[in-house]
């Protein structure tokens, strides 16, 4: 229960971020959804539940501070995130960071192309990709690396356990 409200504390303060300050100073010429971006982590560590907590408080809170009509942000944003939920097990899982980015750019990108569909702006559109993606490489490499030792720990205890049956046979 705390973990949800905590969720949708932190949506509230992103989507005023996004649209008070990313609406005047875009970052790396783009103004991704961060809340986009965010999204896609909340699988990456294994927390799917509170993943779609995160995506319809943050939808919802953005589209009720931007300009764009009702819904227009909401809907998109969910869709993509389960569309993310249904494809993220069949990633490769050889690297990690790639597929961190890959997941943070299918929500960004299912969230945004409504937008550049209905107002026209593709070079906006690849603007907010290109900037997304370069925010969600930094962010990937920190969940990289703090999720590697944890992997890496459970893959080699369950190693030396088939190994120590073996053994004892």
């Known amino acids: ?11 509230y303060i992103l989507a005023l971020f996004q649209v008070g300050v990313l609406g005047n100073w875009p970052l790396f010429g783009g103004q991704p ?5 965010l999204a896609g982590l909340f699988l990456v560590i294994d927390r799917p539940v509170d993943g779609i907590w995160w ?12 300009p764009s009509p009702a819904g227009f942000i909401l809907v998109p944003f969910i869709l993509g995130y389960f569309l993310l939920v249904v494809i993220f097990p069949r990633l490769p899982d050889a690297v990690p960071l790639l597929r961190t ?12 192309l409504p937008l550049a569909i209905w107002s026209g702006a593709w070079e906006q559109f690849a603007r907010d990709m290109i ?19 944890f992997v890496r720990g459970l893959r080699i205890f369950q190693r030396q356990r088939k190994r120590r049956r073996g053994v004892g046979l």
């Open 131 to 149: 900037s997304g993606v370069m925010i969600a490489l930094p962010l990937a490499v920190t969940i990289d690396k703090s999720m590697q030792p």
């Open 101 to 112: 980015v890959l997941a943070a750019f299918i929500v960004l990108c299912c969230a945004e």
């Open 1 to 11: 229960m705390i973990d949800r409200l905590l969720v949708l504390c932190l949506a």
């Open 33 to 37: 959804l961060l809340a986009a971006l």
């Open 55 to 66: 995506v319809v408080a943050s939808g919802y809170f953005l589209d009720l501070l931007s």
